[in-house]
């Protein structure tokens, strides 16, 4: 099983299902970490936010259920893997949850291979985000050591214009975007418009305009568009 | 919720909890080593689980008993007695 530093954080108010839970994940080589309502998995998560891994959720617990756990995470921006755990009916429930961004939905009791295919699911989610914000973190550092003229010839660039008409736009000469052109290139380690238009959706610059992605070479939209439609 | 599905829902934390436990106690035997002293605190659960969800279906019966005497409704005093079950 997952011998990383992944932690299962598993949220139930009740204690005997609580530590059969905690005994079958170890057993199983996980790390875990159990608390027993979701204000206190709260209170301990904020200083754990980086740490990798998820969250099995007991979805009715007295005080906050783990719909509202969910929520209060969301709204933190927090957006750590979650596998609820619940009893059957639980349809419309299971609907809001799936929809909250839940990773999967299991009914109690369940079984361990079920059980270890979810947790895997999850922790491969959460690999996966982690990485993706280390991309989307080294993209805006790179966009911090932008002037602020390249960062204008950035954003003229994604969104499709040509040198001609950068310059028009920055009013400026043509020779000069082009300078501007390759020093953002350079420092945003992009080998090609394609690419320099991805690094910039990432960090969802122009992200609004979708269009523009679709447009690979630095066209004129006006050009685009006819061969488009 | 209704009655009856807080008493569904109540029902399957010991289940859950007993197939967890036993599950888990398979890897540990599974594993060899000094698992003893954790697999002799898994059954403990288990009985414990299992006395817990036996408890649960005996009130449930008593009620049902006393609702059929009475022409009652069971429920609000079933799952007073359902939920005072709990750890």
Redesign the interface.
């Known amino acids: 099983m997952s011998l990383s530093a992944d932690t299962l954080y598993i949220v139930d108010d ?4 609580r ?3 905690v ?2 994940l ?3 080589g996980y790390q875990t970490r159990a608390f027993g309502s979701a204000s206190e998995f709260l209170e301990a998560h904020a200083h754990l936010e980086r740490a990798p891994g998820c969250l099995l959720l007991d979805l ?1 617990m007295p005080e906050m259920s783990g719909l509202e756990l969910q929520q209060a995470l969301c709204r933190a921006g927090c957006r750590r893997p979650i596998v609820f ?1 619940s ?3 639980d349809i419309s429930k299971s609907v809001r949850a799936m929809k909250g961004g839940a990773v999967n939905f299991l009914t ?5 291979r079920e ?1 270890f295919a979810a947790v895997e699911e999850a922790l491969a989610i959460d690999a996966a985000e982690r990485s993706a914000w280390v991309v989307r973190h080294g993209v805006v550092e790179r966009i911090a050591t932008l002037t602020p003229r390249e960062r204008q010839v950035l954003g003229q660039l994604v969104s499709g214009k040509i040198n001609k008409q950068i310059a028009a736009a920055l009013g400026t000469a043509e020779k000069t975007v082009k300078v501007h052109r390759s020093r953002v290139m350079r420092k945003m380690h992009a080998g090609s418009i394609v690419e320099l238009v991805k690094l910039a959706s990432l960090v969802g610059i122009q992200s609004g305009i979708s269009p523009l992605l679709g447009a690979s070479a630095p066209t004129a939209p006006a050009a685009v568009q006819p061969s488009r439609h | 919720m209704t009655t009856l599905e807080t008493l569904a829902h109540e029902l399957r934390q010991p289940l859950s909890a007993i197939l967890s436990n036993a599950q888990a106690a398979q890897r540990l035997l599974a594993a060899g080593g000094r698992a003893a002293g954790e697999v002799r605190e898994i059954l403990e659960d288990i009985v414990a689980c299992d006395k817990r969800a036996a408890a649960l279906l005996r009130h449930l019966e008593e009620a049902l008993r006393a609702s059929t005497r009475a022409g009652e409704q069971p429920e609000s005093s079933l799952l007073r007695r359902a939920q005072g079950e709990q750890v």
């Open positions: 009740d204690a005997q299902a530590a059969a839970l005994r079958l170890r057993a199983a009715a755990l009893g059957r009916g109690k009791p369940v079984d361990a059980l």
